[in-house]
């Protein structure tokens, strides 16, 4: 039972701190630098590459290893299929459901991927309200959806930490916590692009940061998901772990670092993500 509060205590850090202080960094500064947010981003996503490609993984194969000895790489590659698919379908259903409530976007050369900062985070949805003059009710319905959208990546996130405990080695229980810790890093300059326009559209400072910060509490569920299906036996931490790098993969390579560069055009991101791998590689393998 207290191994479950730890847990429980550090993803409701992670994800309900890291995205409540972006909340409270963006609701009293407006401005923030974008650059160093870009590099921030970049170089936590390299460290999140390597934990997923250096350790889950590396667990996963080695389960799958014990139940379908030597194709059980093959489980593991099916599970972070899966993972990614998931994940790919949720954001393509709030992509549906939203575009169209936006003009630019809902236009029909507009490109398919998000080529602004804003559409990244679903934020275009609460401003295109805001500039109509939409009644509160509206204006709050556009404010859930940014922070569902942001809710979801966190369950994946949650999954990955929890399936990362269900390994029983000193070494998991690190990386765990570095993982931790890097994804409560990217959840504040999440919270922050949420709250400043909900702040800049006219809702209460507290009541931006209360719904930014509670966008982080799936992750607790992730975590108690992902060390349940760990803790069943080699089959469940083979897809558990495969499944969370799957959905990691998939948030690190389809937002994080397109995050990154659409904040910071330049080739520095890139850079930094390289960087970041190859700390992680240290922090692991030393």
């Known amino acids: 039972m ?3 509060w730890h847990i429980t205590l550090i993803t409701f850090i992670a994800g309900v701190g890291g995205t409540g202080a972006g909340g409270v960094i963006g609701s009293l500064f407006r401005r923030s630098s974008n650059r160093v947010i870009s590099l921030l981003l970049a170089a936590t996503s390299g460290v999140m590459i390597a934990i997923v490609c250096f ?3 590396e667990e996963s194969v080695a389960a799958g290893k014990q139940l379908f000895d030597p194709m059980g790489v093959l489980l593991t590659a099916a599970s972070v299929f899966a993972g990614v698919f998931v994940v790919l379908l ?4 709030i992509d549906k459901k939203t575009a169209a409530q936006v003009a630019h976007t809902a236009s029909a050369e507009h490109p398919l991927v998000h080529d602004d900062i804003d559409e990244l985070h679903h934020v275009d949805h ?3 309200h ?9 204006l709050w319905t556009a404010g859930v959806v940014i922070a569902f959208a942001i809710a979801l990546h966190n369950i994946p996130e ?3 930490i929890g399936a990362s405990f269900a390994i029983d080695s000193s070494d998991a229980a690190m990386a765990a916590l570095m993982l931790a810790v890097l994804i ?3 959840n504040i300059p999440e919270g922050m692009a949420v709250t400043v326009p909900l702040v800049a559209g006219g809702m209460g400072r507290a009541k931006a940061v209360l719904l930014t910060a509670c966008s982080g509490l799936p992750m607790v569920l992730g975590a108690w998901l992902g060390l349940w299906l760990g803790d069943i036996g080699p089959l469940g931490l083979c897809c558990s772990l495969g499944f969370a790098s799957g959905a990691m993969l998939y948030v690190v390579f389809g937002e994080i670092i397109p995050q990154a560069i659409l904040m910071y055009r330049s080739r520095v991101p890139a850079i930094l993500v390289v ?3 190859l700390v992680g590689m240290c922090l692991i393998y030393l």
């Open 2 to 4: 207290d191994f479950i």
């Open 55 to 57: 350790e889950l993984l």
């Open 158 to 160: 949650g999954m990955s």
């Open 130 to 138: 805001a500039r109509q003059g939409a009644a509160k009710k509206e």
């Open 275 to 277: 960087v970041g791998m």
């Open 184 to 186: 409560g890093l990217h």
């Open 90 to 93: 949720l954001n393509r259903i």
């Open 126 to 128: 609460y401003n295109e």
